[in-house]
T-cell receptor
Framework: DQQVKQNSPSLSVQEGRISILNCDYT??????FLWYKKYPAEGPTFLIS?????DKNEDGRFTVFLNKSAKHLSLHIVPSQPGDSAVYFC??????????????FGGGTRLMVKP | KAGVTQTPRYLIKTRGQQVTLSCSPI?????VSWYQQTPGQGLQFLFE???????NKGNFPGRFSGRQFSNSRSEMNVSTLELGDSALYLC??????????????FGQGTRLTVV
């Protein structure tokens, strides 16, 4: 049972345009969400996060939107650059869990930004 | 500040053998988590250690085990290796305390191939 899903395995956009990566979750206990970027043969790199008390968080070219009622979040990259080409993972966790912390990841979306 | 260091980077083992992977977290980080990445299953949580105690465990068989030392360095062990254990094993450290979750910082991973 996948609690975090990224339904688009790949996405191709033109340089300078907007990239929108989507993520859905089923566990209503999740209250903290993160996006990671991963290049081949490297570990994931943290990009941006959002707490469930917010519906938007912005950091430079990256903005994450959270729709709690729809259990949906999205990552917007504007403008997209060729260096953004990588696999993007959405992750979720229960932040106030005294039993420990674990990230539940989606399957990833491969973003290709064409020059 | 040095990042998360995982050793070795690559390993080839024979089915039935056992393997030990090592992770040195970022200085000052006390939480260390392990993840397995495979093409079919994506990134899956193995376990998390905090102050030498396993706080959380994913849905993996008992062949997968780990430990954390007093200096926060962690090792994971896989016994009786199976072909399906071939994967990228990622370690993540974070400054998480007992209750607060923030982003986790990943190492480059250990690529294990079981033949």
């Amino acid at each position: 049972d996948q609690q975090v899903k990224q339904n688009s395995p790949s996405l191709s956009v033109q340089e300078g345009r907007i990239s929108i990566l989507n993520c859905d979750y089923t566990n209503s206990m999740f209250d903290y969400f993160l996006w990671y970027k991963k290049y081949p043969a490297e570990g994931p790199t943290f990009l941006i996060s959002i707490s469930s008390i917010k519906d938007k968080n912005e950091d430079g070219r990256f903005t994450v939107f959270l729709n709690k009622s729809a259990k949906h979040l999205s990552l917007h990259i504007v403008p997209s650059q060729p260096g953004d080409s990588a696999v993007y993972f959405c992750a979720a966790c229960i932040s106030n869990n005294n039993a420990g912390n674990m990230l539940t990841f989606g399957g990833g979306t491969r973003l290709m930004v064409k020059p | 500040k040095a990042g998360v260091t995982q050793t070795p980077r690559y390993l080839i083992k024979t089915r039935g053998q056992q393997v030990t992977l090592s992770c040195s977290p970022i200085s000052g980080h006390r939480s260390v988590s392990w993840y397995q990445q495979t093409p079919g299953q994506g990134l899956q949580f193995l376990f998390e250690y905090f102050s030498e105690t396993q706080r959380n465990k994913g849905n993996f068989p008992g062949r997968f085990s780990g430990r954390q030392f007093s200096n926060s360095r962690s090792e994971m062990n896989v016994s009786t290796l199976e072909l399906g254990d071939s994967a990228l094993y990622l370690c993540a450290s974070s400054p998480w305390g007992a209750r607060l979750s923030t982003e986790a910082f990943f190492g480059q991973g250990t690529r294990l191939t079981v033949v």
